[in-house]
């Protein structure tokens, strides 16, 4: 059984993305991690076009892109 990445700086998709690939082989977890990152891309492009500073050194460590 997966671990919920509950600790995840965005828990809401990261923990979605497990629930919906919840194997625990190397494919099901990639998915699940690109799952996560491609719900947070729209976001975090919109925050940057409006002049934001995302913080991609925490998402990168978190290996969220």
Do not use: N
């Not at 998709?13 to 991690?33: C, H, I, N």
């Amino acid at each position: 059984m997966p671990i919920l990445p509950l600790d995840h700086p965005e828990p809401y998709s990261a923990t979605l993305g497990v629930m919906l690939y919840p194997g625990t082989d190397e494919a099901d977890t990639l998915k699940a991690r690109a799952y996560a990152a491609q719900v947070l891309a729209k976001p975090f492009r919109r925050f940057q076009e409006e002049g934001g500073d995302p913080p991609f050194e925490t998402l990168l460590d978190a290996g969220v892109f």
